[in-house]
């Protein structure tokens, strides 16, 4: 089946301006992650949705960042006055559910702000 | 907080010889134990994972981990390198019971010399 989808592949804005980016999960998948790669700060986790809620937020690294799921399957994560210490690449994973179960990621986002 | 190291953020490797990637984590408790592998402008794919029962985990590719309580590791080994094995690879842990985010090592990098 179809694995994570993530769009746009690369998105480059400028110092100010808002950006979304959107994450298909795999179908049925009802836990879904975003996680931010970047040279300096490596693989970090940013949020958890569990359905369409998200119980733990706690990688969110400013009030910039917010996301939101709905339906239980797409999520989009929205950065508002972009900073360049916000390009990296977004990735987004989702899973069953339990803690045990294998995350499956997508291509990614890779953002660039000018 | 959960920690991950991962000695050596580059490592060179002739073909058909021995990759050993090493992965050591700081947890009061034993935690859920992963290692990813990201090709060029990919997502990152799951190897293999440890979560409970046999300690040594078999995984794609060839690719085998053994989880050591005492020592706090979970290195990456596989016999004899590919030149396809040339990627980044990622360990990462998850804290039970409730804990589904991950938390990354800094990577490390293998290139496989022919």
């Known amino acids: 089946g179809a694995g994570v989808s993530q769009s746009p592949s690369n998105k480059v804005t400028e110092k100010g301006k808002d950006v979304e980016l959107r994450c298909d999960p795999i179908?049925?998948?009802?836990?879904l992650y975003w996680y931010r790669q970047s040279l300096g700060q490596g693989l970090e986790f940013l949020i958890y949705f569990q359905g369409n809620s998200a119980p733990d937020k706690s990688g969110l690294p400013s009030d910039r960042f917010s996301a939101e799921r709905t339906g239980g399957s797409v999520s989009t994560l929205t950065i508002q006055r972009t900073q360049q210490e916000d390009s990296a690449v977004y990735l987004c994973?989702?899973?069953?559910?339990?803690?045990?179960?294998?995350?499956?990621f997508g291509p990614g986002t890779r953002l660039t702000v000018l | 907080a959960q920690s991950v190291t991962q000695l050596g953020s580059h490592v060179s490797v002739s073909e058909g010889a021995l990759v050993l990637l090493r992965c050591n984590y700081s947890?009061?408790?034993?935690?859920?134990l992963f290692w990813y592998v990201q090709y060029p402008n990919q997502g990152l794919q799951l190897l293999l994972k440890y979560t409970t029962g046999a300690t040594l985990v078999k995984g794609i590719n060839g690719f085998e981990a053994e989880f050591k309580k005492s020592e706090t590791s979970f290195h990456l080994t596989k016999p004899s390198a590919h030149m396809s094995d040339a990627a980044e690879y990622f360990c990462a842990v998850s804290d039970p019971p409730t804990g589904n985010k991950l938390t990354f090592g800094g990577g490390t990098r293998v290139l496989v010399k022919p």
């Open positions: 994973a989702s899973s069953q559910g339990w803690v045990t179960d294998t995350q499956y």
């Open positions: 179908s049925g998948h009802t836990a």
């Open positions: 947890s009061s408790v034993p935690p859920y």
